[in-house]
Antibody, heavy 120, light 107 residues
Framework: QVKLQQSGAELVKPGASVKLSCKTSGYTFSTSYMSWFKQIPGQSIEWIGM????????GYNQKFKGKATLTVDTSSSTAYMDLSSLTTEDSAVYFC?????????????WGQGVMVTVSS | DIQMTQSPASLSASLGETVTIECRAS??????LAWYQQKPGKSPQLLIYNANSLHTGVPSRFSGSGSGTQYSLKINSLQSEDVASYFC?????????FGSGTKLEIK
């Protein structure tokens, strides 16, 4: 079955960077689109951007350009998101998600989410 | 960006009741709308796509409707496992945007 397993919670200092991972199985990673999302607990969901695993092509929400960098490793079917120059406003739960049945715009499989806490 | 205005922010209803959640887009999204359910501490789960199509495995008590800028999610015969937050998402245009969410509780 399809699985998206995200890395564990992170506690990072302001100004630092963090790299989150999303290891996948159960579907053809190399022809899929992976999206990433941000959710501050108790609030709405923001789409950060997406990456096509086939060629590494990316598309970002303008709000997150310069903040997030998406990459993939097709040999391990893993997607990554680098978050840079972290501030307290980046403290949130981050999800990876894909569409297996609906193209690239709907999300029927999600990772479990990873809490990133930015604090000195 | 397309703004999604969702209402109400919270909702309390009794078991067996029918509830409706509304979502209004800032421009026509041509039925490019999905609904997600998110239980506390969990990831969102797709319920409805294309405004009114039920995702595989979703109970038939969930239904979606609407067109243009106005959309709604209806839950018939409310059950205890429906306690969750619900979010709409437009995918007609980039960036994908979500409503602010509706927290559903049982009275």
């Amino acid at each position: 079955q399809v699985k998206l397993q995200q890395s564990g919670a992170e506690l990072v200092k302001p100004g630092a960077s963090v790299k989150l991972s999303c290891k996948t199985s159960g579907y053809t990673f190399s022809t899929s689109y992976m999206s990433w999302f941000k959710q501050i607990p108790g609030q709405s969901i923001e789409w950060i951007g997406m990456i096509y695993a086939g060629d590494g092509g990316t598309g970002y929400n303008q709000k997150f350009k310069g903040k997030a960098t998406l990459t993939v490793d097709t040999s391990s079917s893993t997607a990554y998101m680098d978050l840079s120059s972290l501030t307290t406003e980046d403290s949130a739960v981050y999800f990876c998600a894909i569409s297996v049945y609906y193209g690239l715009s709907l999300f029927d499989y999600w990772g479990q989410g990873v809490m990133v806490t930015v604090s000195s | 960006d397309i703004q999604m205005t969702q209402s109400p922010a919270s909702l309390s209803a009794s078991l067996g009741e029918t509830v409706t959640i509304e979502c209004r887009a800032s421009e026509d999204i041509y039925n490019g709308l999905a609904w997600y359910q998110q239980k506390p501490g969990k990831s969102p789960q797709l319920l409805i796509y294309n405004a009114n199509s039920l995702h595989t495995g979703v109970p038939s008590r969930f239904s979606g409707s609407g067109s243009g800028t106005q959309y709604s999610l209806k839950i018939n015969s409310l059950q205890s496992e429906d306690v969750a937050s619900y979010f709409c998402q437009q995918y007609y245009n980039y960036p994908f945007t979500f409503g602010s969410g509706t927290k559903l509780e049982i009275k």
